[in-house]
């Protein structure tokens, strides 16, 4: 089981930007699609975004499109959440996962611990 360690998140103002950060170790990372999901006080947790093992293939959650890129950096061993044009609505509890497979299936293998994004207004 891998393990997953999240950092850069914070306050911003909404416009702003953030870079979350995903570092794993216990697994060998390349062979392993990754994900960032989200859980607001109160909600569900819901899917942000997926990045398959080579990064060459991308999904995002409509409400984060055009706006929230996700990448990866296979050597590091770790995988990146580049959020733009915050808004109020982003304010989470950010998740990284590792999935059980090497294209993203939703089936998530381990869990980071999460960071908190606060955007204002």
């Known amino acids: 089981q891998g393990q997953l360690v999240e950092s850069g998140g914070g306050l911003v103002q909404a416009g702003g930007s953030l870079r979350l950060s995903c570092a794993a170790s216990?697994?060998?990372?390349?062979?392993?699609?990754m994900g960032w999901f989200r859980q607001a006080p109160g909600k569900e947790r819901e899917f942000v975004a997926a990045?398959?093992?080579?990064?060459?293939?991308?999904s995002y959650a409509d409400s984060v499109k055009g706006r929230f890129t996700i990448s990866r950096d296979n050597a590091k061993n770790t995988v990146y959440l580049q959020m733009n044009s915050l808004k109020p609505e982003d304010t989470a509890a950010y998740y990284c996962a590792q999935s059980y497979d090497s294209h993203w299936s939703g089936r998530v293998g381990s869990w980071g611990q999460g960071t908190q994004v606060t955007v204002s207004s």
């Open positions: 990045i398959n093992w080579s990064g060459g293939y991308t």
């Open positions: 216990g697994r060998t990372f390349s062979n392993y699609a």
